[in-house]
T-cell receptor, first 112, second 114 residues
Framework: AAGVIQSPRHLIKEKRETATLKCYPI?????VYWYQQGPGQDPQFLIS???????DKGSIPDRFSAQQFSDYHSELNMSSLELGDSALYFC???????????FGDGTRLSIL | QKEVEQNSGPLSVPEGAIASLNCTYS??????FFWYRQYSGKSPELIMS????GDKEDGRFTAQLNKASQYVSLLIRDSQPSDSATYLC??????????????FGQGTILTVHP
């Protein structure tokens, strides 16, 4: 079965640079979520989209923005990167807001 | 206090034993409950979902939900070394502005030793 696809798998950036993470949800899933997981921590919700509209917003810094496109893929844009942004970034998708979310393999972002 | 709390680990059980993982949540409006398994450096993998009071069984896994006590648990029967991972309890409160957002517990590290 098709899964959530994220790219890139690994990304190395320097402070103050920008990064774009991509997510392709499972076909026919209408909701996409972004989570950030620091070392030894549980995933923290960043933002979600339902039918291409932002549906909820969590602890996402103002330096980050995201959108969902007409083909349902989503991109997380991160600017003015800081050392503390180093983390695993997961995208998940589901059919509706209450259904199980399935996670992609994640993007490991390292800030030097 | 975290919205979702899991029993402190790590938890170590011998191969073939039953592993019991517990989770409590603070928001009575919570409606959907999930257990995820996460291997180190990997993504969370859905193990079980449960929405109503009682037990739900799937193979070696049984999830139990008690909304009155705001408690959800996961039992793993016949534990195998391959079950060694971090288990994350996750909750959705579908009301208000938190539609679909997963709130995770801090995770319980399970080690199954041969």
């Amino acid at each position: 079965a098709a899964g959530v696809i994220q790219s890139p798998r690994h990304l190395i950036k320097e402070k103050r640079e920008t990064a774009t993470l991509k997510c392709y949800p499972i076909p026919r899933h209408d909701t996409v979520y972004w989570y950030q997981q620091g070392p030894g921590q549980d995933p923290q919700f960043l933002i979600s989209f339902y039918e291409k509209m932002q549906s909820d917003k969590g602890s996402i810094p103002d330096r980050f923005s995201a959108q969902q496109f007409s083909d349902y893929h989503s991109e997380l844009n991160m600017s003015s990167l800081e050392l503390g942004d180093s983390a695993l970034y997961f995208c998940a998708s589901s059919r509706t807001g209450n259904q199980p979310q399935h996670f992609g393999d994640g993007t490991r972002l390292s800030i030097l | 206090q975290k919205e979702v709390e899991q029993n402190s680990g790590p938890l170590s059980v011998p191969e073939g034993a039953i592993a019991s993982l517990n989770c409590t949540y603070s928001d009575r409006g919570s409606q959907s409950f999930f257990w995820y398994r996460q291997y180190s450096g990997k993504s969370p993998e859905l193990i079980m979902s449960i929405y109503s009071n009682g037990d739900k069984e799937d193979g070696r896994f049984t999830a139990q939900l008690n909304k009155a006590s705001q408690y959800v648990s996961l039992l793993i029967r016949d534990s195998q070394p391959s079950d060694s991972a971090t288990y994350l309890c996750a909750v959705i409160n579908a009301g208000g502005t938190s539609y679909g957002k997963l709130t995770f517990g801090q995770g319980t590290i399970l080690t199954v030793h041969p």
